[in-house]
């Protein structure tokens, strides 16, 4: 499979051609994600929740975001992989970003960072590019802070957040960022955004006119329970069937039909006299 690059995401935009998107954390689930040909890859600080355990994606450092891509990126060698800056890799300073975002790149193996916030990550994106490290924007909802001020909430409901949200958008086109996630935007203002912006729009929770869409692995594949958001289609329930699969498995074990015949190893000679546990205690006298 052919490496994808920046310039075919973009490409696919001035195409019309739709970028499809989804979150991966280690090598076996990128090496699903490859063969199923999905355009690009977010090692996504939803780590934090769905391979953590945390409540959200407050926690997670870069230190373990750059070990779950340095696992992605030995999975996937066809997709775009985007590694997420977790909460405070970036928002300190532009130094922190260009550091933090360059060591992403040098250790994890990633093509691009992702990093949230508008207007006032403006300097931040401009600093990444500049350092030649392709970022990826993140306007709407944004997860990492959301949680610290008003929860997770639809933005661009009213004129007034309606303009925010293009403002930050257009500010991170501005800044050289290559892509911009919109997340739980309405689907009015997601549409406007898309037309204005020359970069593509990856819409999460944000309808369906944006150039690309992105989800949580775990989420449409029904692998985490703690909740479903709206926007999210399951396309398998997985976690039921690992759960019977799980059930059946210590089954068997404690009623003594696995290991079967066809799982178990035998000596060469296991079939011939004398008896083999009479020669081998000898032997072993
Ligand atoms: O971390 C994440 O999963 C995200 C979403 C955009 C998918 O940031």
């Known amino acids: 499979m052919k490496k994808i690059n920046i310039a075919e995401i973009l490409r696919m935009k001035n195409e019309e051609r739709k970028i499809t998107c989804i979150t991966a ?11 199923s040909g999905i355009d690009l890859i977010l090692v996504g600080d939803s780590a934090s929740m769905v391979v953590l355990g945390y409540q959200t994606t ?61 207007i006032k990550m403006k300097s931040r994106v401009e600093a990444l590019t500049n350092a030649k490290i392709p970022v990826m924007g993140h306007v709407g909802l944004m997860p990492q802070t959301s949680p610290l001020w008003s929860g997770y909430r639809v933005q661009g409901r009213t004129d007034k957040t309606a303009k925010e949200v293009i403002k930050d958008a257009i500010a991170i086109e501005e800044a050289g960022a290559f892509a911009v996630v919109l997340e739980m935007v309405t689907s009015e203002v997601a549409k406007i955004i898309t037309e204005k912006l020359s970069i593509p729009t990856i819409g999460i929770g944000s309808g369906p006119d944006c150039d ?69 205690i000898k032997n072993t006298r």
């Open 25 to 35: 954390y280690d090598y076996t689930s990128a090496a699903l994600v490859g063969r």
């Open 58 to 118: 407050i926690p997670v450092g870069i230190d373990e975001m750059i070990l779950f891509s340095k696992a992605v990126t030995r999975g996937n060698k066809g997709s775009l992989i985007v590694g997420d800056m977790p909460f405070m890799s970036y928002q300190a300073s532009d130094e922190d970003a260009v550091r933090n975002g360059g060591k992403f790149v040098k250790e994890g193996g990633v093509d691009a960072v992702k990093i949230e916030g508008g």
């Open 212 to 280: 690309g869409q992105i989800v949580v692995f775990h989420d449409i594949l029904g692998l985490y329970d703690k909740f479903t958001p709206k926007f999210i289609k399951k396309y398998a329930n997985l976690g039921e069937e690992i759960q019977k699969s799980l059930e059946s498995y210590r089954d068997e074990v404690i009623n003594g039909k696995f290991p079967a015949e066809e799982n178990t190893f035998h000596m060469k000679d296991h079939k011939t006299n004398p008896p083999l546990k009479r020669r081998i």
